[in-house]
């Protein structure tokens, strides 16, 4: 498990990283959520020993010295653009860190290069953006360390590629004590994958969790009312998280007691009622409204 | 796994792509191949080890590429996420890299060293007895050379956070003693102390501060003589200094590499601290530099010293605040950062900057200040051992009198201080007339100016002063004196001191004795002149003289005995009737005798032997003459004329004295406006002389 305390980092004057304080339970993909800027690249360095925080302290496994090699060696950091040698294919890659990380399987990584049609002995610097971050993951994956950081792996894949990460992913922790931190600006990214997710804003982390979970008393409502509805008294109800209104078509997302948001909508002779399932999305835009931040940019 | 497997490990993986080994070893072997084949023909002044400017070269390039290419993944931000994510400390990277560097430069140039050294021990006679030894010190030198420049670039690289800073600053580590000491410090010595003419103590600093320099001096490569070089070996202080600029950046960058913060890669630079010394240090060298250059432009310091000094330092305080300011305003540029100022105001460093202006006017008041003390003093005799004294216009041709007189290089002069060194009774005879040339220049007493009946513009001892306008009333200095004090200590104390007319007659009682005149005038000892060829030169031609062994002892004696009667105003009468020259295979042995018509023994032993004493250049048959004149008043102009015109070529070889005769220019100068080509007839050869002269003056 990694223990995050009251974890600074300041870049000069600006705080990229304000006392964060988190735990990434093992076995779980988490995943880190936050605008540009929001600190989640740094924190993911932070974690890997690139970068050295200003106060507070990181634990993995209980570990006080999270620089020291053998506690990298159960990390491996994948950053938005990785490094790769000048004209290193892929198996000069694996090649090295074989030396890094001895545990690392050869045979599975050539096994699955050969699967996603990557030609090993080709130089990376030729491999199209998806096909390097496939030859990379592949790298992550194989290495068998036990955590993997990965910052916006999914940014710039199409569809199918990202399925098929998503898919390597998960393969990988079902077969292993496996736990992968993920840093994304979008949730669309995340939602499918990640039990838990921390949102990131201006360095410091406005929630984080498992929403899916969280999200069981939040119902979200289709109706539609006759003219002489008193819309107004929906639209300042307390348990209203949101209201949208598109003619006399309503939209809303509430909270509170489910039963007493039912009543209190019925009273309003509604012509349709109708509970939809909510998506993480507007669990999240709910919470985070609810809480006063303006997260829509994170959600786009 | 352990930490020594570890560790060379990374080791070996610092070599991928094996530009370091590449460069490294392709060089050194090709030198090594290049020098093997040269070594066989020209092995007595080619050297494979110490003296050689190509190794050495190669050595501080060498230092300075490999610096850059095994650190310069400390200003990539990618590859340093890709090191510093990996299980490895920070440190194993950065000083795996640094042996790997080390490794491939040390090994080939071992191996090439020795090979060379074994090389020419083989069909060198002369290199075999100082063969281990030169060998030796040559891969230490050499070593040493690698790790100056190899450890400078890598303490750049790691206190910058980006490529410009590093390389700008590299440059500025090999240039900056050499600016600070030769163009800003040895300025403002020289135009605030009177007496100035160098300073050791600088010229050593220049060298030490200098990477290249001291390379140099560290490698003999400014030696050429052969056994000079094989026997060289770096003084202490060469080596001290080597040390220190080997050390010194080892810990600096030893220490910067645990502090340094990943995030500062981009930025100018990588430690805050450096940032802040690089200003400092461009600061005060700005201010130093800009004080000494407005007071030279101004040039105030002949007028008014102290105003000059206060115009100089409010000029450095000025440049050292702008250039401040300018580095604040450039710090962050180009690197997404706001520049300092906008980060904290105007004067975010205000003690920083104070301290610089501080220093700026610190130095510019150590020279105010110290020279009425430089000026003024003059050791104790008995810390002297020897004394130098070179005077402009005595005992050198017009040629390089003119040169010294226009502020040119003063090649004669440097010869003069280690001809005419004084250690007996000329030591005390100088010393005494030394003490009453600063006591005439009323320099004995710190804060005096010259003595106003000595009718000095300036007390300020410049090269100035021609001597033809030197007259008892010119207010002119007669000409000048440069002094050397060879300290018992080992130091050397230079002074340059204006002559005046009285001064310049109170030298005979230097010129006069014994010592200066066996420095001025040295005569072969009896005991080699016995297979020796004695000829008379008349400046014309040269005949020489069937002497038997004891003719020629007895020729030395009279030329001895007549030269220690000589006196100096004897110089002003009249010019030289020619010289004895004397051919020996002997290495060493002096050569030439001037005679004068004062010389009386020497000369009636000569007429004796036949030599034709009385024949000058108007006795030659002279078939035509070119004068080239100087035009008045544009100086290097010169018109020419070609005369054969048989009534003008006879007053033209009347009047004109061959150039070798002019070595009193200061006591008899000739017309050197005019200078003549006589084509003469050499009967007995029947061929034709060009005899190069000047005119004698009207």
């Known amino acids: 498990m990694i223990t995050i305390s009251n974890l600074t980092k300041y870049f000069d004057e600006i705080c990229a990283v304000n006392q964060v304080s988190m735990e990434i339970p093992d076995g779980s993909m988490f995943g880190l959520l936050g605008t540009n800027g929001a600190g989640k690249t740094t924190l993911l360095r932070m974690l890997a020993g690139i970068l050295e925080a200003d106060s507070g302290e990181i634990r993995i496994d209980g570990e006080e010295d999270s620089f020291s090699p053998q506690c990298r060696e159960k990390i491996f950091y994948l950053p938005d653009d990785p490094y790769y040698f000048p004209n290193a294919s892929i198996q000069v890659m694996l090649d090295f860190y074989k030396k890094q990380y001895p545990e690392l399987e050869m045979d599975a990584a050539v096994y699955m290069a050969q699967s996603l049609n990557l030609d090993q002995n080709r130089p990376i610097r030729t491999f199209s953006k998806g096909m390097k971050r496939q030859a990379f993951l592949i790298l992550a994956l194989c290495s068998q360390t036990k955590y993997l950081f990965c910052d916006e792996v999914f940014d710039g894949l199409d569809p199918i590629a990202a399925e098929i990460m998503k898919n390597l992913f998960r393969q990988e922790m079902k077969s292993r004590d496996f736990t992968i931190l993920v840093a994304s600006h979008k949730l669309r990214d995340l939602e499918d994958i990640c039990g838990n997710i921390a949102i990131l804003h201006k360095g410091g982390v406005v929630t984080a969790g498992d929403f899916k979970n969280r999200a069981e008393h939040v119902r979200k409502f289709q109706c539609v009312f006759p003219t002489e509805a008193d819309l107004d008294s929906l639209r300042n109800h307390p348990a209203v998280l949101r209201f949208h209104e598109d003619a006399r078509f309503i939209t809303l997302i509430t909270g509170g007691n489910p039963g007493e948001v039912r009543k209190a909508l019925e009273e309003q002779n509604p012509i349709f009622l109708g509970e939809v399932p909510l998506s993480l999305e507007e669990t999240f835009i709910a919470e985070m409204e609810g809480a006063g931040y303006d997260i829509r940019k994170v959600l786009q | 796994m352990t930490s020594e497997k570890y560790f060379s490990k990374w080791v070996r993986e610092a070599g991928r792509g094996h530009l370091t080994a590449l460069l490294a070893w392709g060089s050194l072997l090709l030198y090594g191949i290049i020098t093997a084949a040269q070594l066989r023909f020209k092995s007595d002044y080619f050297f494979f080890g110490m003296g050689s400017g190509e190794l050495l070269r190669i050595c501080a390039g060498l230092g300075a590429v490999i610096s850059f290419l095994e650190f310069f993944y400390l200003l990539q931000p990618k590859k340093l996420d890709f090191y510093y994510s990996l299980p490895v400390r920070k440190?194993?990277?950065?000083?795996?890299?640094?042996?790997?560097?080390?490794?491939?430069?040390?090994?080939?140039?071992?191996?090439?060293?020795?090979?060379?050294?074994?090389?020419?021990?083989?069909?060198?006679?002369?290199?075999?007895?100082?063969?281990?030894?030169?060998?030796?010190?040559?891969?230490?030198?050499?070593?040493?050379?690698?790790?100056?420049?190899?450890?400078?670039?890598?303490?750049?690289?790691?206190?910058?956070?980006?490529?410009?800073?590093?390389?700008?600053?590299?440059?500025?580590?090999?240039?900056?003693?050499?600016?600070?000491?030769?163009?800003?410090?040895?300025?403002?010595?020289?135009?605030?102390?009177?007496?100035?003419?160098?300073?050791?103590?600088?010229?050593?600093?220049?060298?030490?501060?200098?990477?290249?320099?001291?390379?140099?001096?560290?490698?003999?490569?400014?030696?050429?003589?052969?056994?000079?070089?094989?026997?060289?070996?770096?003084?202490?202080?060469?080596?001290?200094?080597?040390?220190?600029?080997?050390?010194?950046?080892?810990?600096?960058?030893?220490?910067?590499?645990?502090?340094?913060?990943?995030?500062?890669?981009?930025?100018?630079?990588?430690?805050?601290?450096?940032?802040?010394?690089?200003?400092?240090?461009?600061?005060?060298?700005?201010?130093?530099?800009?004080?000494?250059?407005?007071?030279?432009?101004?040039?105030?310091?002949?007028?008014?010293?102290?105003?000059?000094?206060?115009?100089?330092?409010?000029?450095?305080?000025?440049?050292?605040?702008?250039?401040?300011?300018?580095?604040?305003?450039?710090?962050?540029?180009?690197?997404?950062?706001?520049?300092?100022?906008?980060?904290?105001?105007?004067?975010?460093?205000?003690?920083?900057?104070?301290?610089?202006?501080?220093?700026?006017?610190?130095?510019?008041?150590?020279?105010?200040?110290?020279?009425?003390?430089?000026?003024?003093?003059?050791?104790?005799?008995?810390?002297v051992e020897k004394i130098g004294v070179s005077i402009d216009g005595i005992g050198m041709s017009n040629e390089s009198y003119r040169q010294i007189r226009m502020g040119g290089e003063r090649y004669e002069t440097v010869l003069q201080l280690e001809r005419y060194l004084l250690a007996e009774e000329g030591k005390t005879a100088a010393a005494a007339w030394i003490k009453s040339l600063a006591e005439k220049n009323r320099l004995t007493e710190p804060g005096l100016e010259p003595a106003p009946e000595a009718g000095m513009e300036s007390g300020r001892a410049e090269n100035k002063a021609p001597a033809e306008d030197a007259s008892p009333d010119s207010g002119m200095p007669s000409t000048h004196a440069v002094i050397c004090f060879h300290m018992k200590n080992g130091g050397e104390i230079y002074r340059l001191y204006p002559v005046y007319e009285e001064e310049l007659a109170a030298f005979a009682a230097v010129y006069e004795t014994e010592e200066y005149k066996r420095a001025a005038y040295p005569v072969a000892d009896n005991e080699f002149a016995g297979d020796a060829r004695f000829s008379w030169s008349d400046g014309v031609t040269e005949n020489l003289m069937k002497l038997e062994k004891h003719e020629k002892e007895a020729l030395l004696d009279a030329c001895r005995e007549d030269i220690s009667d000589m006196k100096m105003d004897s110089l002003k009468e009249t010019l030289l009737l020619g010289t004895v020259e004397i051919d020996s295979d002997r290495a060493m042995l002096p050569g030439s005798i001037p005679v004068y018509p004062c010389f009386t023994r020497t000369c009636s032993l000569l007429e004796q032997y036949g030599a034709p004493i009385d024949r000058t250049l108007a006795d030659y048959s002279v078939r035509s003459v070119s004068v080239s004149t100087e035009k008045e008043n544009v100086w290097g102009k010169r018109s020419s004329e070609y005369v054969d015109d048989p009534e003008e070529v006879e007053q033209w070889k009347q009047k004109a004295v061959p150039k070798s005769f002019d070595l009193q220019p200061l006591f008899y100068p000739l017309d050197y406006s005019k200078e003549i080509q006589a084509e003469v007839e050499d009967e007995t050869t029947n061929s034709i002389i060009h005899v190069n002269c000047y005119s004698r003056e009207e």
Not at chain 2, 107 to 115: F, G, R, Y
Not at chain 2, 216 to 233: P, Q, W
């Open chain 2, 91 to 383: 440190n194993t990277v950065f000083w795996s890299r640094y042996v790997h560097g080390l490794m491939h430069v040390f090994i080939p140039l071992c191996l090439v060293i020795a090979a060379c050294g074994l090389y020419e021990s083989s069909f060198d006679i002369d290199f075999l007895p100082s063969a281990a030894g030169y060998t030796g010190r040559s891969i230490l030198t050499f070593a040493g050379v690698f790790l100056i420049f190899y450890h400078v670039g890598i303490l750049l690289l790691t206190v910058c956070g980006n490529v410009l800073p590093a390389v700008l600053g590299y440059v500025l580590c090999l240039f900056y003693g050499h600016i600070l000491v030769g163009y800003a410090l040895t300025p403002w010595a020289a135009n605030y102390f009177r007496t100035y003419y160098r300073i050791p103590t600088f010229e050593k600093l220049d060298i030490m501060l200098a990477p290249f320099s001291l390379a140099r001096e560290l490698t003999g490569s400014n030696l050429f003589d052969k056994f000079e070089v094989f026997a060289y070996v770096p003084s202490g202080s060469v080596i001290l200094a080597a040390s220190e600029w080997i050390i010194l950046p080892l810990l600096l960058f030893a220490a910067a590499q645990k502090k340094r913060k990943t995030e500062r890669v981009g930025k100018l630079f990588a430690i805050p601290l450096a940032e802040r010394a690089a200003e400092c240090l461009l600061t005060f060298l700005a201010g130093v530099w800009s004080g000494i250059f407005l007071t030279e432009l101004t040039g105030l310091t002949d007028r008014s010293p102290e105003a000059a000094g206060a115009a100089g330092i409010a000029a450095g305080i000025a440049a050292a605040a702008a250039v401040h300011f300018l580095l604040e305003l450039g710090a962050g540029c180009g690197t997404g950062q706001k520049p300092g100022f906008l980060r904290g105001g105007i004067f975010r460093r205000k003690w920083q900057l104070a301290a610089e202006c501080a220093a700026v006017v610190f130095t510019g008041m150590a020279f105010l200040a110290g020279a009425s003390a430089f000026d003024s003093y003059l050791p104790k005799e008995g810390q």
